[in-house]
Antibody, heavy 118, light 108 residues
Framework: QVQLQESGPGLVKPSETLSLTCTVS????????WSWIRQPPGKGLEWIGY???????HYSPSLKSRVTISVDTSKNQFSLRLNSVTSEDTAVYYC????????????WGQGILVTVSS | EIVLTQSPGTLSLSPGERATLSCRAS???????LAWYQQKPGQAPRLLIY???TRATGIPDRFSGSGSGTDFTLTISRLEPEDLAVFYC?????????FGQGTKLDIK
């Protein structure tokens, strides 16, 4: 059974960079797409972007100028960086696996709350 | 960007009843690339349905999806108390992939 686990700081200051890592266990990161999705407190879900195990990426246009997703296949991890954060970026951040041949998500991490505040 | 509008916002039903949740897209969803998720309080979403009508692995047949084009439906027959959750639709036919705002299902 594939498992995903997000890790990183739970508090980031405004204008700084949010950095999260997702560790995949129980399966290889290779030959799959992997995504980041976020959910502001009490609100709905927002797709951030995805990366293929080869390193190809695709981002949401609304965040594209501030987002970088990278992968480290040797560690079975992929990462999210979001720069110039504001309070609008406060959310639970989820990592997820794209189901093969689709861009819906069959395995999710438990989520990590990141608060942007000074 | 495809906007997904879910209705109703909240649904309150009793165990054993049938729930019908709607998801309407602002434009046609390519190849019926429409998924449904269940999110219980404090948990990550769980994939229920993909391709508009295919149940994901391990999902009981009480959950069914239907629809095409711009109108999609999730039906939950024989509601159980543990079905209390927020349900989201998602289109993945065209980028950016988008989610509906959710339907909250209360079990009386």
């Amino acid at each position: 059974q594939v498992q995903l686990q997000e890790s990183g700081p739970g508090l980031v200051k405004p204008s700084e960079t949010l950095s999260l890592t997702c560790t995949v266990s129980g399966g290889s990161i290779s030959t799959y797409y992997w995504s980041w999705i976020r959910q502001p407190p009490g609100k709905g879900l927002e797709w951030i972007g995805y990366i293929y195990s080869s390193g190809n990426t695709h981002y949401s246009p609304s965040l594209k100028s501030r987002v970088t997703i990278s992968v480290d296949t040797s560690k079975n991890q992929f990462s999210l960086r979001l720069n110039s954060v504001t309070s609008e970026d406060t959310a639970v951040y989820y990592c997820a696996r794209d189901q093969r041949s689709t861009s819906c998500y069959d395995f999710w991490g438990q989520g990590i709350l990141v608060t942007v505040s000074s | 960007e495809i906007v997904l509008t879910q209705s109703p916002g909240t649904l309150s039903l009793s165990p054993g009843e049938r729930a019908t949740l709607s998801c309407r897209a602002s434009q046609s969803v390519s190849s019926n690339s429409l998924a449904w998720y269940q999110q219980k309080p404090g948990q990550a979403p769980r994939l229920l349905i993909y391709g508009a009508s295919t149940r994901a692995t391990g999902i009981p047949d009480r959950f069914s999806g239907s629809g095409s084009g711009t109108d999609f439906t999730l039906t939950i027959s024989r509601l159980e108390p543990e079905d209390l959750a927020v349900f989201y639709c998602q289109q993945y036919g065209s980028s950016p992939y988008t989610f509906g705002q959710g339907t909250k299902l209360d079990i009386k």
